[in-house]
């Protein structure tokens, strides 16, 4: 099983964004914890007794850090997931449009190969119907062209 994530993290190049979004996510946890002891220190500086027990800011900083570890990994999952959606959809998008490229030149060739095999082309015929039948209606009201 081991060596099946090996394989999966070298052919989707997984160590570069892991590596990316943990100095990221590492970062945040840091600066959240420097923020959970300045406000112990607040809390220091304002009371009498001027201590606060050690396990009480060692139990905060490790339950920040837990929760911090599972809302950056949580996060880098969805928006990488939803990249990858998007970058899938516009590639199915692409596909798409090339095959309806790939029928209207189909639809076109066709049309030129009937109008070879008929030595005229189609929508000059079509005109000259619709010219016809006007002429033919001018000539039934009794008007000379």
Do not use: C
């Not at 420097?34 to 009371?47: A, E």
């Not at 997931?81 to 076109?108: G, P, W």
Request: proline share 1%; aromatic share 10%; glycine share 6%.
């Amino acid at each position: 099983m081991l060596e099946k994530f090996r394989t999966y993290a070298q052919i989707t190049n997984l160590w570069p964004i892991a590596r990316r979004y943990f100095v990221n996510n590492f970062y945040d946890g840091m600066l959240t914890v420097l923020g959970i002891l300045l406000g112990f220190f607040i809390i220091i500086f304002q009371s009498e007794s001027h201590t606060v027990e050690s396990r009480l800011v060692i139990f905060t900083g490790l339950g920040t850090s837990i929760s911090m570890f599972l809302s950056g990994l949580t996060g880098s999952y969805l928006s990488e997931k939803a990249e990858r959606r998007k970058i899938r959809d516009e590639l199915n998008k692409a596909m798409i449009l090339d095959e309806l490229k790939d029928e209207d030149l189909t639809v076109e060739s066709t049309t030129q190969d009937i109008e070879k095999a008929m030595l005229m082309k189609i929508g000059k015929k079509r005109k000259q119907t619709e010219r016809d039948y006007n002429d033919e209606k001018l000539k039934k009201k009794g008007k000379t062209i």
